[in-house]
């Protein structure tokens, strides 16, 4: 196997790609297409990302509090101001504020990580139709 800078010649003494397979990149810079599919799988990767971690905090926030209502009871059923406010229902609000913090943070992956990739692969897909 040859090393990447020994080159091939055919018969007319033209350069050719090297012997070594790993090296044809550098011999054949990746096509349109081809960065446009990498593209699209670093979009895709990072709105996976950006799901999949947002699912767990929420997910997590909603098991821990009906873990507290299951293995005590009493403390979320205890008075915190008055008559009417309860560790339960107090949790209950922190779980509101929890998804909304979690979308406001889903919305801002989003803008910053995926949407410019996506405005990216647009604009080149409206290069190639032209």
């Known amino acids: 196997m040859s090393s990447v800078r020994e080159l091939v010649r055919d018969p007319e003494g033209t350069p050719g790609p090297p012997d070594d397979p790993a090296a044809e990149d ?3 810079p990746p096509s349109r297409s081809r960065r446009s599919r ?3 799988r670093t979009m895709s ?4 990302r950006s799901r999949w971690r947002a699912a767990r905090v929420v997910i ?7 873990a507290m209502s299951l293995v ?3 403390v979320v059923a205890q008075r915190v101001f008055g008559s009417t406010i ?3 229902l107090l949790c209950g609000l922190t779980q509101i504020v929890v998804v909304v913090a979690v979308i ?3 919305v801002k ?22």
Not at 45 to 48: D, G, K, L, S, T
Not at 60 to 66: I, Q
Not at 113 to 130: F, I, K, N, T, Y
């Open 104 to 106: 406001a943070r889903y």
């Open 60 to 66: 997590g926030a909603f098991l821990g509090y009906a």
């Open 109 to 130: 992956d989003m803008r910053e990580g995926v949407d410019p990739l996506a405005a990216a692969l647009r604009r080149e897909s409206r290069g190639r139709q032209q």
């Open 38 to 40: 990498a593209d699209a």
């Open 26 to 28: 550098l011999w054949h």
């Open 86 to 88: 309860t560790v339960g």
């Open 72 to 74: 005590v009871p009493g």
């Open 45 to 48: 990767v990072a709105a996976r």
